[in-house]
């Protein structure tokens, strides 16, 4: 079985400065580990995915995360916020076995401010 | 095309009433879900229909019943809802094989009264 802990259920962060997003996850086998962003009244969009290969995954709208697997963990950070990152975010694994069970964490609110 | 479409974007209705909620993608992906999202939580798994066959039921009421007429498109019958399942209802789709990224559609805001 698989689980995610997203450490953080609310960020508040200045706009301009930098942020990380914390994710921990266990499980018995291997997975592919995903981000999504959810705006208000929306539904969840894809920032990155790491599959295998380079630790370090770039995604869309600035955002990069970093697999460690001896930390069993996967980060999101961006360098500069902007107040349109205000939104939800997910952390979410997926066994590499396949059987279609995305395991989402709790989400956390990152709250960018002027 | 790489859209999931989902209507009506909100929906009351009654808990005698039936509704259906309807989810379209024309992208060729092969599985199709149905989540259920309550305010402020992650959304969890409700159905999947892999190559147009229900594969997960992940036991829910018989009040929701899932269907999938083709591979382009998901329905999801309600009927006697309760109020405790007002909630954001969110279809997604992928390529197939579960375990690639998912696309998910806006989503169907419902409020049983």
């Known amino acids: 079985a698989q689980s995610v802990t997203q450490l953080d259920s609310q960020v508040p962060v200045f706009e301009e400065a930098p942020v990380e997003l914390r994710c921990n996850y266990s499980?018995?086998?291997?997975?592919?580990l995903f981000w999504y962003v959810q705006y208000p009244n929306q539904g969840l969009q894809l920032l990155l995915k790491y599959l295998s290969g380079s630790t370090l995954v770039k995604g869309i709208n600035g955002f990069e995360a970093e697999f460690n697997k001896s930390q069993t963990s996967f980060h999101l950070r961006k360098p500069s916020v902007h107040i349109s990152d205000t939104a939800e975010y997910f952390c979410a694994v997926s066994p590499n076995t396949g059987g279609f069970k995305t395991i989402f964490g709790a989400g956390t609110r990152l709250f960018v401010k002027a | 095309d790489t859209e999931v479409t989902q209507t009506p974007k909100h929906l009351v209705m009654g808990m005698t009433n039936k509704k259906s909620l309807k989810c379209e993608q024309h992208?060729?992906?092969?599985?199709m879900y149905w989540y259920k999202q309550k305010a402020k939580k992650p959304p969890e798994l409700m159905f999947v229909y892999s190559y147009e066959k229900l594969s997960i039921n992940e036991s829910v009421p018989s009040r929701f019943s899932p269907e999938c007429p083709n591979s382009s498109l998901l329905n999801l019958h309600l009927h006697a809802l309760q109020p405790e399942d007002s909630a954001l209802y969110l279809c997604a789709s992928s390529q197939g094989q579960g375990i690639e990224k998912l696309f998910f559609g806006s989503g169907t805001q419902l409020s049983v009264l």
């Open positions: 499980s018995s086998v291997s997975v592919y």
């Open positions: 992208m060729g992906h092969r599985a």
